[in-house]
């Protein structure tokens, strides 16, 4: 377990930039390089996430509870109503768990290390909103030059599996710099 705070590292975009997709394979990268990794993520679709509606955590928030926390068999699910959850207080929520990294899929404005996913050439414009960008992944090839033209970062082609190691090499020197195992 992490002895220190974990590493936070963010993956922006906009939607269908494939943001949970490349989450989900630096999940599977850490993990293999024995680095334990929680996540949060942003809804950034407008509304509430999807809750099961029928289940008793459901009905405790419908009954005015503010928190539910169900665990079985190994599984906790926590929902929580109807406050707001900054990524700070998300973050000091996630510190419970004594993990190495904090991987959060969203939040642009805030200013973590972090990765951006550009799939057309509109969504350039990200590059002028985000702050602490560490590598750029872009989907359409005539992107890369002007990308390259605004930023001094790595580049990478969405279909190019070297992002995740790049990302995981990256997150594993931030964690060695901060002193926690490897």
Request: hydrophobic letters at 40%; one cysteine or more; a negative charge.
């Amino acid at each position: 377990m992490a002895v220190v705070k974990p590493i936070i590292f963010q993956v922006v975009g906009y939607q269908n930039s494939g943001k949970t997709t490349l989450t989900s394979k630096l999940i599977e990268k850490l993990s293999t390089n024995r680095l334990t990794t929680v996540t949060i993520k942003h809804h950034g679709h407008g509304g509430k996430p999807d809750a099961a509606e029928k289940k008793d955590t459901t009905k405790h928030l419908s009954a005015g509870a503010i928190a539910t926390l169900v665990e079985g068999d190994g599984r906790l699910i926590l929902q929580a109503e109807p406050c707001a959850y900054s990524l700070k207080e998300q973050i000091e929520l996630m510190h419970y768990f004594q993990t190495d990294v904090i991987l959060v899929e969203g939040y642009k404005q805030e200013n973590y290390p972090k990765l951006v996913l550009m799939k057309e050439k509109q969504d350039l414009t990200l590059l002028d909103i985000v702050n602490n960008v560490q590598a750029v992944v872009f989907w359409e090839a005539e992107m890369m030059d002007i990308i390259s033209a605004k930023l001094d970062v790595p580049i990478f082609h969405i279909d190019d599996e070297a992002v995740i190691s790049w990302t995981v090499q990256q997150i594993k020197n931030f964690v060695n710099e901060i002193g926690h195992k490897c």
